[in-house]
């Protein structure tokens, strides 16, 4: 499944105005499964959807890493494979955690509280000694961009990069969804079983939210920095997980709302 859709479009400009095509950002729902059993309704970029899946279930605390998935696959139906359901095989059958649609636009939908996520993580963000460079961290955006293929074509995708300490660009993955761009990038750190994240920063391309704020935590990754705006629920979880949180990432300028001994 292709992550862009050309559309006939009239463009105007002052006064003239021309019939082309132009590149959207490909939106399709993905039903995720564990064993069968429906769990969740996304609404998602196609592309790296095992990822996604993992990252979901993960942050969700449905597995707790690679081993507890023995399968991944499309679900196939009349001999021919539905690419927007994917079931995940586990070691057990698990408890329907979340067995309702989200949206792109929407993460946990106020399902956990903070008390919720600091109990389910499996790593203590708050003993990580990271540290990183004010000026390492102000490069990262750029190097976000640059990477953003689907964005350059459409305008329209979000995108999450993990870097190493150095600023090293380790993973980044788009889509129209902020929460399944985070959650492509974790499960693909998960299935490559580098959890925790440990020495690790994670940076949103958009705003930083409290969903975001959870996946980060769930993965054990210490540093969550976002071009835009937190709010103010990811500022609490992330005071009370430990994480360094970090906003208005542009340029030189930066907010540090939680864990400024981290930032040098």
Avoid at 62 to 78: F, N
Avoid at 103 to 120: F, H, P, Q, Y
Avoid at 132 to 143: D, E, F, H
Avoid at 221 to 249: K, R
């Amino acid at each position: 499944m292709a992550i862009t859709s050309s559309r006939r479009v009239t463009r105007i400009a002052d006064d003239t105005r021309a019939v082309r095509h132009d590149n959207l950002a490909a939106e399709e729902p993905l039903e995720i499964r564990v064993g069968g059993r429906p769990l969740a309704v996304t609404m998602r970029t196609p592309g790296h959807d095992f990822e996604l899946a993992a990252g979901f279930l993960l942050a969700e605390g449905v597995v707790a890493g690679a081993d507890d998935i023995r399968a991944m696959r499309y679900c196939v139906g009349d001999d021919v494979a539905n690419f927007n359901v994917v079931d995940v095989a586990g070691p057990q059958p698990v408890e329907a955690t979340r067995a309702f649609p989200v949206t792109s636009a929407c993460g946990l939908c106020g399902r956990a509280s903070i008390d919720a996520v600091r109990t389910r993580s499996r790593y203590d963000v708050a003993a990580d000694p990271l540290t990183v460079a004010a000026a390492a961290l102000a490069g990262l955006p750029a190097r976000l961009r640059a990477a953003q293929r689907g964005f350059e074509r459409t305008g329209g995708l979000h995108a999450a990069g993990l870097f190493d300490a150095g600023g090293g660009m380790v993973c980044v993955r788009e889509d129209v969804g902020r929460h399944n761009a985070f959650d492509k990038v974790i499960g693909w750190a998960a299935l490559d079983r580098r959890l925790p994240l440990t020495g690790h920063v994670i940076l949103a391309s958009g705003r930083a939210s409290f969903e975001l704020v959870q996946k980060a935590v769930m993965a054990g990754i210490p540093l969550l920095a976002a071009v835009s705006a937190p709010s103010s629920l990811a500022v609490d979880l992330a005071e009370e997980a430990g994480m360094t949180l970090v906003g208005f990432l542009r340029g030189t300028t930066m907010n540090v709302y939680s864990g400024a001994w981290s930032v040098t």
